[in-house]
């Protein structure tokens, strides 16, 4: 398939080419058919010869119709190999049609013999190397039929009148002039299909060397999408980080402002400096989680390096750190871990930032006197951690985005103003870090739940 390629393209357009040769030959030959007939008259066997050229215009014709059909018709391999037998087709009529010319015009001692060297020259630029010179041989066959038949009286010989002695009775005139015929021929063959060969080659490299650039534009092309992708996202990142600083700056620069206007009462001062200070742990906080969200995106790890951990003394660690802040709005902090857990391969530094963002938010978005259970068990594969609350819930339109970098829910906005939205995030990245997965499952005012899984170190 692969070395047909370029010339089976080319083969209708080319088909089209030898119709059109066709009808030259055909006007070619009665042109000379009638002027033999005046400049010889009654030597010639008009009939035969009329007959034959009429035969060759008629089915030159039909090849004009068929390919026409042949052009609008079912693209691929279909078409390709109608149009491989259609050259055939032609070719051999074509071979028939010029032994018959031949035959009633002289036979063998008629030099247009040497025409079927056109024959040989079409089948090679039109097919392959081998159908040259099959043709070649189908000639000199046809020839030395013709010929011989002739010779042996099997057929009428019709004389040429430009043919003073009668030569096709000699034998040695008629082998001589088929081995010169078929040696040509052959020889024809073998030039022509070196060269077309040859031409072919090139076209094959030509068509590879396209395709491979192609491939190579089209590659480029992608990168270009992710890069600009990648510029898009970094962008957007730069706005909302800008757009989250700007908030406490101002708040920090207008308390500054009043604080050493001197216009603010010393206690009032003080109060006001306060705030400046709390916003300004506010904003190291969301610089903390940036750096957090950055530093997990680059850092390329390698597996066999990260160490194996316990989840489970990770979790008591912040759970432990988190009870203050639980007894502090009189929520009930439960935790719950099932025995012999296996350990994961992660970090434990941002395991415990997992759980830190997980369980702050739970106690952040839950109203006193709620709960909050964190539960840590296993299955065949996985690790399961959860944190479901009583809290505010997550409505259904919001759940989508809460993963996402900075989006804070309506409802949590109202409970906690200054809540960075990175957190999730932060949680989303180290999971899928350490080939995990988290999900929330959450309703609007009842409560909520997430739930992520890490893979078993031990599996
Ligand atoms: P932040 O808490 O600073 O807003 P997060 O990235 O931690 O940022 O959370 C993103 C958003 O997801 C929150 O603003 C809130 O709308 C929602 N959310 C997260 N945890 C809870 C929870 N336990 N209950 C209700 N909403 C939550």
New binding site residues.
Partial sequence: MRDRLPFEAELIARIDWLIKLRWLAVAGTALTIGLGALSFPGSLTLGPLFGVTGFIGLYNLQFFLYLRTLKIGAAGTVRLRHATLFAYTQIILDLLALAALIHFAGGVENPMAVFFVFHVIIASVLLQRRVSYLVAGLASLLFATIGGLEYAQVIPHHPLPIVGIQVYRQELYLVTSTTVLTVTLFLVAYLATSITGRLRERDRELLESMQVSRAKSEELQKLNEQLSRVDDERTRFMVLVTHELRAPISTIYSCLELALSGYAAPEKAREVLARAQNRATEMLGFIGDLLSLTRIREQAVQWEQVPLIQVENVLQEVAELMKVEAERKDIFLGVDCAPDLAPVRALPDQIKLVWT?LLS??I??TDPCGIVQVSLSQDAGQLIGAVR?T????SAE?MPR?FDEF???S??RLV?PH???????IVRRIVEKWGGKVWVE?ESDLG?K?TFVLPRADC
Avoid: E, H
């Fill in positions: 963002n938010n739970a952040k978005y609350d809290g505010i819930g997550i919001d809460v989006y804070r829910a409802n949590a906690s809540g960075t939205g990175v957190g999730l995030s959450s909520t997430f």
